[in-house]
C-alpha cells in the first residue's frame, strides 16, 4: 500500500456544503505543504444543487482534486484491492445514510462507503437532518453497528468560535481526526487559549 494516506471525500445533497469546503481546503493544503495526502472526491446527484445555494458556485471549479462520475466504477476506490485507507460522506443527506445502510451501492459514493464497511476501514459519515424520525436513527444506529463512525454535523462552542469557519472546524477537525490525520484545525479541550 502507498505511503500517502488515500482518503475518499463523498458530498451529498444534505444542507452542510460548507463542512465539505472546509474539509477539502484543510486536505489539499495538508497536500500541499506535507504531500502524504491523495484525495478523491465523488458527489451525489443533488450535491452540486446545495453546493452552489450554500457555497456559492460551481463544486466542480472550486475542488483542486479529482471528482469522479455519479457512476464511474472504474474510480479505484470503487474496489477494496486499491487499498483506499479512509471515506468521509459530508455532509451525508438521510437518504445516503439509508442507502449506505443497506448496502445499495447504486452509485460511485454508495459503492465506495460499501467498500468502506466490508474491508473493515474507516467510513466516517456525518449525517445532518433535524428533527431525526425513528426511520434516520435506525439507519444510523445499522451504519454504527456496520462499523461507520457516525459524527453527526453538531458542532461544539465550548472553545469560543470567534466565526462560521471556526465553528464549522468544530466538526471538520474531528472528521480530520478520525480519518487518521492529525490535525489542529479547531480549539481542543485542554489546550491552553
Ligand atoms: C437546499 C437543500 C437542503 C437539503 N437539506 C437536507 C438535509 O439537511 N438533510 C437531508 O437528509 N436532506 C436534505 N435535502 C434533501 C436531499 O437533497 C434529498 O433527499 C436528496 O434526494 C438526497 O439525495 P442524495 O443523498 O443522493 O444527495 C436538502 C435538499 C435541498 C435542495
Avoid: Q
Avoid at 479505484?76 to 451525508?92: K, R
Wanted: proline share 6%; glycine share 8%.
Amino acid at each position: 500500500m502507498s505511503a500517502r494516506r488515500k482518503i475518499v471525500v463523498g458530498l451529498t445533497g444534505a444542507s452542510g456544503a460548507p463542512y465539505a469546503r472546509v474539509l477539502l481546503r484543510a486536505l489539499a493544503e495538508r497536500a500541499r505543504t506535507r504531500g502524504d495526502v491523495e484525495v478523491g472526491v465523488c458527489l451525489s446527484s443533488t450535491a452540486p444543487e446545495v453546493w452552489k445555494l450554500e457555497c456559492g458556485g460551481d463544486v466542480r471549479e472550486e475542488i483542486g482534486f479529482p471528482i469522479w462520475g455519479l457512476r464511474d466504477y472504474s474510480a479505484p476506490f470503487a474496489s477494496g484491492s486499491a487499498g483506499w485507507h479512509a471515506m468521509a460522506v459530508i455532509p451525508c443527506s438521510m437518504s445516503t445514510c439509508a442507502r449506505i445502510a443497506h448496502g445499495t451501492s447504486d452509485s460511485l459514493l454508495t459503492r465506495a462507503a460499501d467498500v468502506m464497511l466490508k474491508e473493515r476501514r474507516p467510513l466516517i459519515v456525518v449525517p445532518r437532518e433535524t428533527p431525526l424520525s425513528v426511520v434516520h436513527l435506525e439507519n444510523l444506529a445499522a451504519l454504527a453497528r456496520a462499523g461507520a463512525v457516525v459524527l453527526p454535523a453538531m458542532p461544539s462552542f465550548y472553545g469560543k468560535p470567534a466565526s462560521v469557519d471556526d465553528v464549522l472546524a468544530t466538526v471538520v477537525s474531528r472528521v480530520l481526526d478520525h480519518l487518521g490525520l492529525d490535525n489542529d484545525l479547531a480549539h481542543r479541550w485542554g489546550d491552553k487559549r
